[in-house]
C-alpha cells in the first residue's frame, strides 16, 4: 500500500471514530456520566484534527467551488446509486430499523445535494441563511423550520441550528 492509501484509510477511521465518540458522549450524558460524555467529545474533537491532518495531506481540500462541486458529486452518488442499493438489500432481509435509517439517509442526501447546488449557483452573492438541523432523521432546513419535519415528521422542536 502507497502513503496516499494509508492517508486514505487513516482518514475514514478517524472520522469514522469521531463519530463513534460523538455518540457515545450522547449516550453517556444520557445516563448521568458528564465526565465520560467530556472525555469522548475530547476525543471526538482529537480525532477530527487527525482526520482533517490526513485529508490536507492527500489534497482533499480545494477551493470552496471546488469543495462545492465534489459535495454535489458525492451526495448525488449517495441517493441514485448507494442507497437505493442498500434499501433494496434492507428489504429483502426484511431488516426494518435499516431500512428506515437508509430511507431518511436518502431523502435527506437529495436535499442536501440541492443546498450545496444552489451554493454554487450563488457562490459570491454573500447572502446569509440559517440552517436547521433534524435531530431524529438529518433533515437539513433552509431556514426556520415551521411545522413537523416532512422527512421523519419529528416535530419542529427537534430541529437544532446550525452555527
Not at 452573492?125 to 421523519?152: A, I, Q, R
Amino acid at each position: 500500500m502507497s502513503s496516499k492509501d494509508n492517508l486514505e484509510a487513516a482518514f475514514t477511521g478517524e472520522s469514522m471514530a469521531n463519530r463513534r465518540y460523538l455518540a457515545f458522549a450522547k449516550k453517556a450524558d444520557s445516563e448521568g456520566y458528564p465526565q465520560i460524555a467530556k472525555l469522548f467529545r475530547a476525543a471526538a474533537a482529537a480525532e477530527t484534527v487527525h482526520a482533517h491532518n490526513h485529508l490536507q495531506r492527500m489534497g482533499g481540500v480545494g477551493t470552496t467551488m471546488d469543495n462545492l462541486k465534489e459535495a454535489i458529486g458525492g451526495e448525488k452518488y449517495e441517493f441514485e446509486t448507494m442507497y437505493p442499493e442498500f434499501i433494496e438489500e434492507a428489504k429483502k432481509e426484511e431488516d426494518n430499523r435499516a431500512l428506515w435509517s437508509f430511507e431518511v439517509a436518502n431523502k435527506v442526501e437529495k436535499v442536501h445535494a440541492r443546498l450545496f447546488e444552489k451554493a454554487l449557483e450563488e457562490i459570491g452573492s454573500n447572502s446569509e441563511t440559517d440552517y436547521y438541523v433534524c435531530s431524529v432523521c438529518g433533515h437539513t432546513h433552509e431556514g426556520k423550520p415551521e411545522g413537523n419535519c416532512p422527512v421523519c415528521g419529528a416535530p419542529e422542536s427537534k430541529f437544532d441550528k446550525v452555527d
